[in-house]
């Protein structure tokens, strides 16, 4: 079967993009040709790698961007330009503005969705529609996958109805929130969105919304679009990781201190972390034995603009943080093996890839208490304290919360801190006691942990998350992927 995946942005440097990598892997390892259309700036290595340096890629066609912000308020439209794809050299469209990023702050120089002309959107538009539609003459795939259920998943819905090609639109939940930052923009998007054959959704929040809004005939009426037995098919799909790089190897390596993974941003909470980590280690500083070695804090990521550099700042300025910057996936998972626990304070998300890599790795994870994130993880890692969830603040908007809760979230958060601590040195004495750690009690509770932390993992590789995708489709498509049962 021929899968073509569709993203709007850079593929491997956000959780969408890790998304689209894991499953184009799985589908070539299942035996399927993949082809990928993403969105980059027009010098990003990945124009200068074989089919965009994407694994088990056979076709990579790019949209190109301008590598920096423009102070331009008008786009003249698209342009041609040539631009290394691979083995050969290919004439596709440029926009002379940066990169769109479904979140506000990306990792990387981005256009803000609502900060877009209309002429910018037309051009963006025209852009996309041509290089899907030379794709689909060129590949002839069978099957679509197209990545946030926002304006490129809404043009490819349009072509794909036009071409009777079956497609799947898969949420990631800062789509969502683009539907309430750009109001205007989702009306005229959600219609089109109407005429996928199904939605992959990462957790049941997600679907409990999305179900909200086809009750609320948000995607078109039944005579608008298709007849009500068409209705997009929603399911959870959930998300994945890459099990050959995150786990806990051979590493002897001792564990200490946090990790944050992700965008300097502080609507993933990263300014409430950096306070409460520097009240823990100021408290431990003064309390604890002088030879007692005080917590450090890693903080693996990117971002551009005022907010990161301020949150970089923040983070020079406290003793024992640590910017790692971006990290490839192995270098994260490095980072994961030798961390205690991996912090995540995020006040909006949809189903974060690092909390599954963190805990393949060994980790602990503290996160904020999302909503699908207790039903998504299981009241099992949440009763061995694997995982610990921080209940949300009060928001005053979609991912920002009320300054005035803030005082009594970081205190929960940095009591979670400590407690990770105390609990993993108490591990620490129990190993040291052969006679304690031994005991028929204490490895049948470590058996107990281990089978319920695997049975969790087993469920979020990639695989398994393309194959729930997969089965959405009624009908299935034309030719049937194999993938686990």
């Known amino acids: 079967m021929k899968i073509m995946h569709l993203l709007a942005q850079r593929p491997g440097l956000t959780g969408s993009g890790h998304y689209l990598r894991g499953t184009v892997m799985a589908a070539f390892l299942s035996g399927h040709e993949n082809a990928v259309i993403a969105g980059v700036p027009a010098d990003d290595p990945c124009l200068d790698l074989p089919f965009g340096g994407i694994p088990g890629c056979a076709l990579f066609r790019a949209v190109t961007f301008s590598a ?41 120089v981005s256009t803000i969705w609502r900060n877009m002309s209309p002429s910018m959107l037309h051009a963006w538009e025209e852009a996309f529609k041509k290089t899907i539609a030379e794709c689909i003459n060129e590949f002839r795939p069978h099957l679509i996958i197209s990545h946030h259920l926002w304006l490129l998943t809404a043009i490819a819905a349009e072509i794909a109805l036009e071409r009777s090609i079956p497609i799947v639109g898969v949420c990631h939940g800062t789509c969502l929130r683009q539907m309430t930052l750009v109001p205007d923009l989702a009306s005229r998007i959600l219609p089109a969105l109407g005429r996928l054959n199904a939605m992959a959704l990462l957790n049941s929040h997600q679907e409990f919304q999305v179900l909200n809004m086809v009750e609320e005939g948000k995607f078109g009426s039944h005579t608008e679009k298709i007849s009500a037995d068409k209705i997009p098919i929603t399911g959870i799909a959930g998300s994945g990781f890459n099990n050959e790089i995150f786990n806990q190897a051979t590493s002897e390596a001792e564990r200490f201190g946090f990790a944050y993974a992700g965008k300097l ?159 993993t040195d108490e591990q620490a004495n129990e190993k040291a006691d052969e006679s304690a750690y031994e005991s028929a009690y204490e490895k049948e509770r470590q058996s107990d942990i281990t089978t319920d932390l695997n049975r969790f993992l087993d469920n979020q590789t990639w695989p398994w998350v393309l194959n729930r995708i997969v089965r959405l489709f009624r009908p299935a498509p034309s030719s049937a992927l194999s993938f686990p049962q």
């Open 68 to 108: 920096t912000a423009t102070t331009a308020t008008t786009v003249t439209g698209a342009t041609a330009t040539t631009v290394t794809t691979g083995a050969a050299r290919e004439t596709i469209p440029q926009l002379n503005f940066p990169v769109t990023g479904m979140s506000d702050v990306m990792p990387y």
């Open 265 to 423: 941003s502080a609507s993933k909470g990263l300014p409430s972390l950096l306070r409460a980590f520097d009240s823990l280690r100021r408290k431990m500083g003064n309390h604890r034995n002088p030879e007692y070695r005080l917590p450090t804090l890693t903080i693996a990521g990117g971002g551009a603009g005022e907010e990161a550099a301020e949150l970089k700042k923040m983070a020079e300025s406290i003793e024992g943080v640590t910017l790692a910057g971006l990290l490839d996936q192995k270098g994260l998972a490095e980072l994961f093996r030798t961390c205690r626990a991996m912090v995540l304070p995020s006040f909006y998300e949809g189903l974060p890839l690092v909390m599954a890599e963190s805990l393949a790795c060994g980790a602990r994870v503290i996160a904020t208490d999302l909503p699908g994130l207790a039903q998504w993880v299981g009241p099992e890692l949440l009763s061995h304290e694997l995982v610990t969830l921080i209940p949300m603040p009060p928001m005053l908007t979609i991912d920002t919360p009320e300054p005035a809760f803030l005082s009594d979230f970081e205190k929960s958060l940095e009591k979670a801190m400590e407690k990770v601590l105390e609990k």
